[in-house]
């Protein structure tokens, strides 16, 4: 599968850009677009409605296509990441079955019974958020 290819890097994002006209957020901009162009003639209006949905679809596309780019290249560095986590999981693994386990044994860390309240949902959060999903394109 090619990550760069026109579907995943054009066509893919400027769908979803086009397709964020109908969510509750866009909803606002294109009122008040509507109420600027009320008091003008029918031709006048669709003439600036069809130029404020074109720009707004460019810009929200172009902003697909460079998620798309930076998305593609982190996923170099997001296997890179997978391989040194296996290395160290295999790591762990090598020692549990060798009875070297215990040497690794040792509390480091913020200890999870202190973490109460806010403070300690933010902490885990933060704790929780250094880990790396699995891709659906692997």
């Known amino acids: 599968m090619n990550g760069l290819s026109f579907f995943n890097l054009v066509a893919l994002p400027l769908f979803f850009g086009l397709f964020g006209f109908i969510e509750p957020c866009s909803f606002g901009s294109t009122l008040v677009m509507v109420k600027r162009v009320e008091a003008r003639t029918a031709a006048q209006k669709v003439a600036h409605m ?82 790396i999903p699995a891709s659906p394109l692997t």
């Open 50 to 131: 069809v130029a404020f949905a074109t720009s707004r679809a460019l810009l929200i596309g172009s902003l697909g296509v460079a998620a798309a780019l930076a998305g593609t290249m982190f996923f170099g560095f997001q296997t890179g990441a997978w391989f040194v986590l296996g290395v160290g999981y295999v790591a762990l693994g090598l020692a549990y079955f060798s009875g070297h386990a215990a040497r690794l044994m040792r509390s480091f860390g913020p200890r999870l019974n202190r973490l109460q309240g806010k403070g300690g949902a933010v902490m885990l959060g933060l704790i929780f958020g250094r880990s």
